[in-house]
C-alpha cells in the first residue's frame, strides 16, 4: 500500500513540476535519456524511476528527492532556477567591463602624451581570466580548454610584446615556452 502511494505522489508532482516548467512529456524525457513512454508511467504512477534518474529530475525542476517521493509538492518547495541567459549578460558585462578599464586608461595615457597601447596587450590575459572563471562556474569544460590555450599564448605575447615596445627585440624565444605549456593544457584536460 506504501508503494502505491508513493508512485501517486510522485506522479502528481512530476505532472506538477513538467507543466509549471512548461515541459512535454517529450522535452522531460529527452533531457533524461529516457523515452516519453517511461514519462507516462511514472505519470501514471505505475512505477518510479531509478535513482539517477531522481537526481537528474531533482536537479531539472530545482526540488530536493525528497520532495519528489514524499509529499506533494506545492510553490514554496521549488527553488528559483538559475538563469543562464543572466549568467551568460553578466559574462559579456564582465568581459567588456575588462577592455572599458583598458581602454579608459589608454585614453587617460594618451591625454598625458604617453599613449601606452601596450594596455591593451594586457587586457587580453585579463579578460581571458574572466572568460574562465565563469565558463567555470558554469562548467563547460570544452571552451575552458580553448580559453586557457589563448590564455598561455596572450601572455606569451604581452611579455614578448613589452619586450619589444622597450627595444629588446632578441625575445623571441620565448613563444618556444608555449609548445610545452599547450601541451600541458591538453593533457591536463584529458584527466577525468
Not at 506504501?2 to 502528481?12: E, G, H, R, S, V
Not at 543572466?86 to 578599464?101: A, R
Not at 567555470?136 to 611579455?159: D, H, M, Y
Request: proline content about 3%; overall charge positive; charged content about 15%.
Amino acid at each position: 500500500m506504501q508503494q502505491l502511494d508513493t508512485n501517486q505522489i510522485f506522479a502528481k508532482n512530476i505532472i506538477f513540476l513538467r507543466t509549471k516548467n512548461n515541459m512535454t512529456q517529450l522535452e522531460l524525457a529527452e533531457k533524461l535519456n529516457y523515452s516519453d513512454k517511461a514519462v507516462s508511467r511514472w505519470e501514471r504512477a505505475e512505477a518510479i524511476p531509478d535513482a539517477k534518474v531522481l537526481i537528474d529530475m531533482s536537479e531539472i525542476f530545482g526540488v530536493s528527492i525528497d520532495n519528489l517521493l514524499k509529499k506533494e509538492i506545492k510553490e514554496k518547495h521549488i527553488r528559483p532556477k538559475f538563469n543562464i541567459h543572466n549568467f551568460n549578460n553578466i559574462t559579456w558585462i564582465s568581459f567588456l567591463g575588462v577592455w572599458t578599464i583598458a581602454l579608459l586608461t589608454f585614453v587617460i595615457l594618451w591625454l598625458c602624451n604617453n599613449p601606452l597601447w601596450l594596455v591593451f596587450v594586457y587586457a587580453l590575459p585579463i579578460s581571458l581570466v574572466v572568460l574562465l572563471i565563469f565558463n567555470a562556474v558554469q562548467g563547460k569544460t570544452l571552451s575552458r580548454f580553448f580559453i586557457v590555450s589563448l590564455l598561455v599564448w596572450s601572455i606569451l605575447a604581452a611579455i614578448y610584446l613589452t619586450a619589444l615596445y622597450f627595444g629588446v627585440f632578441t625575445w623571441w624565444p620565448l613563444f618556444l615556452l608555449g609548445i610545452p605549456a599547450q601541451i600541458i593544457v591538453g593533457l591536463s584536460f584529458r584527466i577525468k
